[in-house]
């Protein structure tokens, strides 16, 4: 808890949380409002798999340039950038009348997501690398917290009748003006180097990590975007409590990453990684058990299990040597940002031919992947 307070007095951590937050308040409201969006269009299972794949589309065909904005921009203006383009897209799927509108408006979704994404992690690698502290965990740790209170308070707004639309513009601007308040306390670091350096692929240790980030962020967005629907469709949850589904896994996230770098601390950062995908694992066959009671209670459990991975992945895949800060953290945070957008995907293929709750059995499978991946990547990797 003192970590955390420190970190809030802290100007510069609290400039980055504030971002962090600020994505993860828009994302939740916007998962808790989809079900809505989705009956108001009439899409079926796949149609909105389908539908939700635009998001790592857009991302993807952004990506070679990432690190190109970020270097010309640095980490303050780029951070800047993709959270603005964010909140102004976020709220455009709200307003699609037609399903050729909602895949062209998630497609700028993606764009926007994608550039915010490995800004906000650069800038907490600034922050990391200029006041050698550890904050990556704490900065999660808010993202996760944002995600609670964007889909926890969605209740509320559905209750009163606020549309989607008028719901995501409200967050949107009361977060992007604490957003920019804040941003003159962003850091910005100088460029690693300004010599050009021709296209590798980075050290197998990073491959890893990387593997590992498309694994776990697979399943955490498919559970984003898809525990709603799996609450109130198919385990016949009431409306009430099924938007608690993510609000539940979104909480115990932000309670693990909380106190991860203390745990990281004391118990290692490998051992923390088997911790949590092991965890994982648990609360996702708890997930299967067929009553909405347990399945909050799983998707606690993953959320906790979750929670710490990604941090770790993001602050080690920096600190390998032989490995820019920023080709390490780019490389995860690219494959677990396709992997995020991904998971919607292929839930919605799975669900549309063999049932939702199959395609959450498939993200144990994925679980499990990570997990192999850990611990053959112990061997090779050195944890700091």
């Given amino acids: 808890m003192k970590k955390i307070i420190l970190f809030i007095m802290d100007k510069q951590s609290r400039a980055v949380g504030t971002v962090f937050m600020t994505m993860a308040i828009m994302f939740g409201a916007w998962v808790a409002r989809l079900p809505e969006i989705k009956d108001q269009l ?54 699609a009348t037609n399903y050729l509108m909602l895949t062209i408006a998630l497609l700028f979704v993606g764009f926007a997501m994608g550039l915010a994404n490995v800004a906000m992690n650069a800038s907490a690698a600034a922050v990391e690398r200029t006041e050698q502290k550890s904050i990556m965990s704490a900065c999660h740790g808010f993202f996760s917290l944002g995600g609670m209170i964007g889909a926890g308070t969605s209740s509320l707004f559905i209750q009163l009748g606020v549309s989607p639309f008028w719901h995501l513009v409200f967050w ?24 050009r350096e021709k296209f590798s692929l980075p050290p197998r240790s990073v491959l890893g990590f990387a593997l590992v980030g498309f694994c776990i962020m697979t399943s955490e967005g498919a559970i984003t975007d898809w525990s709603t629907i799996y609450l109130k469709e198919t385990l016949s949850a009431p409306g009430t409590v099924a938007s608690f589904g993510f609000a539940i896994f979104a909480g115990f996230m932000a309670l693990g990453r909380f106190f991860g770098d203390q745990l990281i601390a004391v118990f ?9 995908c092991l965890l994982g694992l648990f609360g996702l066959l708890v997930l299967q058990h067929g009553y909405y009671g347990f399945a909050l209670i799983g998707f606690g459990l993953i959320g906790l299990g979750y929670s710490i991975i990604i941090p770790t992945l993001f602050s080690q895949s920096a600190k390998q040597e032989g490995v820019k800060a920023s080709v390490g953290i780019a490389s995860v945070a690219s494959s677990g940002y396709i992997g995020l957008l991904l998971g919607p995907v292929i839930i919605g293929f799975v669900a549309e031919h063999w049932g939702l709750g199959n395609g959450f059995m498939f993200l144990t499978g994925l679980t499990a992947i990570a997990l192999v991946v850990v611990f053959l990547n112990s061997s090779r990797v050195r944890f700091k």
Avoid: W
């Fill in 42 to 95: 009439g899409l079926s299972e796949g149609q909105l798999g389908l539908a939700l794949f635009f998001m790592p589309l857009g991302a993807t065909i952004l990506l070679p340039f990432f690190g190109r904005i970020s270097a010309a921009l640095k980490e303050r203006r780029s951070t800047m950038l993709g959270i603005s383009a964010f909140l102004l897209t976020v709220v455009l799927p709200a307003l």
């Fill in 172 to 195: 949107a601007i009361l977060m992007g003006s604490a957003c920019f308040s804040s941003s003159k306390y962003l850091l910005e670091t100088e460029v690693e180097e300004k010599k």
């Fill in 268 to 276: 290692g950062s490998n051992r923390m990684l088997v911790a949590g």
